[in-house]
T-cell receptor, first 115, second 111 residues
Framework: EAGVVQSPRYKIIEKKQPVAFWCNPISGHNTLYWYRQNLGQGPELLIRYENEEAVDDSQLPKDRFSAERLKGVDSTLKIQPAELGDSAVYLC?????????????FGPGTRLTVT | AQKVTQAQTEISVVEKEDVTLDCVYETRDTTYYLFWYKQPPSGELVFLIRRNSFDEQNEISGRYSWNFQKSTSSFNFTITASQVVDSAVYFCALNDYKLSFGAGTTVTVRA
């Protein structure tokens, strides 16, 4: 069974430029998460989807970040314009159910460097 | 608010030594789940173990074991007979529909 797929793996952009990350969750997983992991820290949730609905986007900086999961499968996270502080690893995860007892499966992440 | 604290930043051991990772958490929920994840140098977080809040029985799974004590809000994790491949960052996490992670403990196992 294929795991969570993310692309690109690495991205280097200049500040003020836009950037987008793509995630394809494990087949059959209805719940999808985007996390941001700063260097030396644990991941922090940005947004959680149940099917195509964003059910928790309270930590998403909505002035510059946006996300979509139009058909309830793959998802895109966008930053426009990027700032130096956005440099981090962006992780996508999926789970079979949103229940708190279900483990989340993570993709390899996209390492973003903003110069 | 939830909070997960991993006081140990780094641990270095020689192969075959046991490694115990500490985790302390805060939550107002009466029902919750605790997890340990491993993040090797490749970057992908790997699920290791899960424990629910209403079962304090400690368990062993292969070389992994965990000690959950609700009275002290601790969920410690032990790797027995460590191997070089165990070198990674280990995260403790608390789940109530989103995972709240600790800052992680970097484990280095030397041959």
């Amino acid at each position: 069974e294929a795991g969570v797929v993310q692309s690109p793996r690495y991205k280097i952009i200049e500040k003020k430029q836009p950037v987008a990350f793509w995630c394809n969750p494990i087949s059959g997983h209805n719940t999808l998460y985007w996390y941001r992991q700063n260097l030396g820290q644990g991941p922090e949730l940005l947004i959680r989807y149940e099917n195509e609905e964003a059910v928790d986007d309270s930590q998403l900086p909505k002035d510059r970040f946006s996300a979509e999961r139009l058909k309830g499968v793959d998802s895109t996270l966008k930053i426009q314009p990027a700032e130096l502080g956005d440099s981090a690893v962006y992780l996508c995860a999926s789970s079979l159910s949103p229940g708190e007892d279900y483990e989340q499966y993570f993709g390899p992440g996209t390492r973003l460097t903003v110069t | 608010a939830q909070k997960v604290t991993q006081a140990q930043t780094e641990i270095s051991v020689v192969e075959k030594e046991d490694v115990t990772l500490d985790c302390v958490y805060e939550t107002r929920d009466t029902t919750y789940y605790l997890f340990w994840y491993k993040q090797p140098p490749s970057g992908e977080l790997v699920f290791l173990i899960r424990r629910n809040s209403f079962d304090e029985q400690n368990e062993i799974s292969g070389r992994y074991s965990w000690n959950f004590q609700k009275s002290t809000s601790s969920f410690n994790f032990t790797i027995t007979a460590s191997q070089v491949v165990d070198s990674a960052v280990y995260f403790c996490a608390l789940n109530d529909y989103k995972l709240s992670f600790g800052a992680g403990t970097t484990v280095t196992v030397r041959a």
